[in-house]
């Protein structure tokens, strides 16, 4: 149980153009699901926390319309990098949390290559 | 502000060796504690939590966390490690109660890259 699948799992893309990566709960009804970016070798670094039905909190430094977050349903949230450049070229994971909101539970990511 | 430190950047430990992971964390009261382990490429998979009661924790694949509240410590260990268990290893820290402000938020730290010689 508590499966969080990511779509796609690998993307390229050329400078300017916009990709929308999604995030599901495959398995439970996921109450808010978070975005992290992860750069070689680095920590998670959260982007952006968001609830089903509300706007999405950004954390401090994160362009929120460079990275566009919509959580249209209990099950489904997509980020939507827009206008990507080379320097968005990074790992994007998602997490979502159920009942227990102390439990996140991860997706595999997404590798981002903006050429 | 809480804060995670995983002092060892890379550690290498030969197959069948014992394996401790350390973890320190800053905050202002007993916070919920959680170790995560990452395979090259992919997302980051649950070992093992502690909340409250017994500081010492199993998790899963052998692994086993101690809670040490004098120390501020949550280090992860290992009696015998497997060629398979090669993976990055984060620690995290949340609150220890939900706030009910619409998410609950993990501070992780930087990470600890093991390598196993076999």
């Known amino acids: 149980g508590a499966v969080v699948s990511q779509h796609p799992s690998w993307v390229i893309c050329k400078s300017g153009t916009s990709v929308k990566i999604e995030c599901r709960s495959l398995?439970?009804?996921?109450?808010?699901m978070f975005w992290y970016r992860q750069f070689p070798k680095q920590s998670l670094m959260l982007m952006a926390t968001?609830?089903?039905?509300?706007?999405?909190?950004?954390e401090q430094g994160v362009e929120k319309d460079k990275f566009l977050i919509n959580h249209a349903s209990l099950t489904l949230s997509t980020l939507t990098v827009t206008s990507a450049h080379p320097e968005d070229s990074s790992f994007y994971i998602c997490s979502a949390t159920g009942e227990a909101p102390y439990e996140q539970y991860f997706g595999p990511g997404t590798r981002l290559t903006v050429t | 502000a809480q804060s995670v430190t995983q002092p060892d950047i890379h550690i290498t430990v030969s197959e069948g060796a014992s394996l401790e992971l350390r973890c320190n964390y800053s905050y202002g009261a007993t916070p919920y504690l959680f170790w995560y382990v990452q395979s090259p490429g992919q997302g980051l998979q649950l070992l093992l939590k502690?909340?409250?009661?017994?500081?010492l924790v199993q998790g899963i694949k052998g692994f086993e966390a101690e809670f040490k509240r004098s120390q501020s410590s949550f280090n992860l260990r290992k009696p015998s490690v497997h060629w398979s268990d090669a993976a990055e290893y984060f620690c995290?820290?949340?609150?220890?109660?939900?706030?009910?402000?619409?998410?609950?938020?993990?501070?992780f730290g930087k990470g600890t890259k093991l390598s196993v010689i076999p």
């Open positions: 502690y909340f409250s009661g017994d500081t």
């Open positions: 968001s609830n089903e039905g509300s706007k999405a909190t950004y």
């Open positions: 995290a820290v949340g609150p220890h109660y939900y706030s009910g402000a619409g998410s609950y938020q993990l501070t």
């Open positions: 398995d439970f009804q996921a109450t808010t």
